[in-house]
């Protein structure tokens, strides 16, 4: 292996994070003059972006481990798609200060014997939590692999008592105008949705993910409960849900919905089928060193997680059903 020694992230990165440190840095300045002025103790962004420290998780380490380096922390919380808080890369760390994941609720609704709404603490228990090393890929031609917190969704799913026409699961996402400059950008169609094939969604793999690097999830990463499916590309992973629902039909999803010859309901990882403006066929490892716009990486079927999901697919034309 070619040993290089030069900062742990590719120059984008590092952009990402100095334009973040940078504004924080500013903020902070601007806080500080109030309090030398004698001012009310207003909160300044910064400042609440700093009190929501991030509670560290006791875990287990759970049976799936991705044996490849981990993407350093700074840039998976630094370069983010969460739209509701901005479309560049660099927007979801610098606005999801807004958001208030505590307290949180979620609706379970649709074809189960229970449901409601309940709180964030009757849905996770902090002693099943376990940590995973994922890869995750996006659709963008990007990868990174992540320790992450949480539970299998199956699990979660187990306590509603889906009935036989819960053929699929749809997800919501928080939309609060408040919390969520974004969504005065009609650039998707607010809420967030997604969803899943119900064998999809009780696979041992999908997680309902609370934490990343043994901590809470920063709100950009999807604070405080997000799903995470490895073998989909990224957009299948909502973040910041407020809503399950069991269906009977294949629920409408938010990428599907925008440009659907573009983005299937499926979403496999499939190094074999292009996306119409760009090829699948491999990926830029974030986080890769100085030298990582050459770090590009073979895609690999089902993201890497054939021998565990492709016989859900078995008989299924994935170019179709893409
Ligand atoms: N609600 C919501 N969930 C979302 C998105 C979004 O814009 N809004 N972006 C998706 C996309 S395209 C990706 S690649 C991942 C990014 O997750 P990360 O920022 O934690 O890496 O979140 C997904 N979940
Ligand atoms: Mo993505």
């Not at 609440?48 to 991030?54: G, I, T, W």
Request: contains cysteine.
């Amino acid at each position: 292996m070619l040993i290089r020694a030069r900062k742990s992230w590719e120059i984008s990165e590092n952009e990402t994070i100095s334009e973040s440190l940078y504004l924080n840095r500013r903020q902070i300045v601007a806080g500080m003059g109030l309090a030398g002025l004698g001012l009310a103790a207003g909160v300044t962004p910064a400042m609440a972006r700093e009190e929501r420290e991030l509670k560290a998780f006791e875990t287990i380490k759970g049976p799936y481990q991705w044996d490849e380096k981990i993407t350093p922390e700074p840039v998976v919380a630094g370069y983010n798609n969460f739209y509701e808080f901005g479309v560049q890369k660099t927007d979801p760390a610098k606005n999801a200060w807004r958001l208030q994941p505590k307290p949180w609720s979620v609706e379970i609704s649709g074809h189960a014997e229970k449901t409601g709404v309940f709180n964030y603490e009757d849905l996770i228990k902090p002693h099943q939590l376990e940590e995973r090393i994922y890869r995750f890929r996006c659709v963008e031609a990007w990868s990174m692999v992540v320790p992450w917190v949480g539970v299998p969704l199956r699990d979660v799913i187990a306590r509603f008592n889906p009935t036989s026409d819960a053929k699929y699961v749809a997800f919501e996402t928080l939309s609060d105008k408040e919390q969520m400059p974004g969504l005065r950008w009609p650039v998707l169609d607010w809420p967030y949705v997604e969803g899943l094939r119900m064998d999809e969604a009780m696979n041992p793999l999908t997680m309902v993910v609370v934490g990343m690097f043994g901590k809470e999830l920063p709100n950009q990463n999807g604070a405080p409960i997000r799903i995470i499916v490895p073998w989909k590309y990224g957009y299948k992973s909502i973040k910041s849900i407020v809503g399950i629902r069991f269906t009977k039909t294949q629920p409408p999803t938010s990428w599907n919905k925008s440009a659907p010859n573009e983005y299937g309901f499926y979403s496999n990882v499939n190094p074999a089928v292009a996306h119409p403006r760009w090829s699948q066929a491999s990926e830029r490892v974030l986080g890769g060193g100085i030298f990582s716009q050459f770090n590009r990486v073979k895609t690999l079927p089902f993201n890497g997680y054939a021998e565990e999901v492709a016989g859900l697919y078995k008989g299924m034309d994935l170019k179709k059903y893409h």
